[in-house]
T-cell receptor, first 119, second 113 residues
């Protein structure tokens, strides 16, 4: 079974600074997807960024980027120019690419990292 | 476009009562997921459906929990009888077959006294 580990229960960053959230995972599969979800106090789960394991290029979405190290099974999230609205719980998630027709679409989540942004 | 709709948003009930949580997935999405979020265990997958058929219910904690998807636009998660340890936020999510990401509803906060 796949597992996802987020070793930082809490992180803090000053507004406008950069912060990196860590995520490692364990899998025997070679093809899979990785995600970072954000959960603000409203508790809505919002997709931040996704990465396909077969792609060597790291995904980027505006101020959010990842450092995907497949051999090390590491998938960290970097938030640049942090804003107050970035304060939230961040979850790393794994999804297998095997199966078809929805047979293996479930997500496995890490325990989350609570990010505080200080003004 | 409407997102995933869940009702109720909050539910407070007493131990032993039956609780029914409802979910309407995004139109056209053929996979539906129920998750439970607690401080102790984080986000756990309870069950998921593909084309209204349960694919994996290994995360359902015990026989007190049951889920149905009678049609493509509606699913229920029922707890009978409810216990205080069932208190959690329950999320429903859906996805179309061609997508990698899941779209989450706002969640139902369940409190069992």
């Amino acid at each position: 079974a796949q597992t996802v580990t987020q070793s930082q229960p809490e992180m803090s960053v000053q507004e406008a600074e950069t912060v990196t959230l860590s995520c490692t995972y364990d899998t025997s599969e070679s093809d899979y997807y990785l995600f970072w979800y954000k959960q603000p106090p409203s508790r809505q789960m919002i997709l931040v960024i996704r990465q396909e394991a077969y792609k060597q290029q790291n995904a980027t979405e505006n101020r959010f980027s990842v450092n995907f190290q497949k051999a090390a099974k590491s998938f960290s999230l970097k938030i640049s120019d942090s804003q107050l609205g970035d304060a939230a719980m961040y979850f790393c998630a794994y999804r297998s690419a095997r199966g078809s027709g929805g047979s293996n679409y479930k997500l496995t989540f890490g325990k989350g990292t609570l990010l505080t942004v200080n003004p | 476009d409407a997102g995933v709709i869940q009702s109720p948003r909050h539910e407070v009930t007493e131990m032993g009562q039956e609780v029914t949580l409802r979910c309407k997935p995004i139109s056209g999405h053929n996979s539906l997921f129920w998750y439970r979020q607690t401080m102790m265990r984080g986000l756990e997958l309870l069950i998921y459906f593909n084309n209204n058929v349960p694919i994996d219910d290994s995360g359902m904690p015990e026989d007190r929990f049951s889920a149905k998807m009678p049609n493509a636009s509606f699913s229920t998660l029922k707890i009978q009888p409810s216990e205080p340890r069932d208190s959690a936020v329950y999320f429903c999510a859906s996805t179309p077959a061609s997508y990698n990401e899941q779209f989450f509803g706002p969640g139902t906060r369940l409190t069992v006294l």
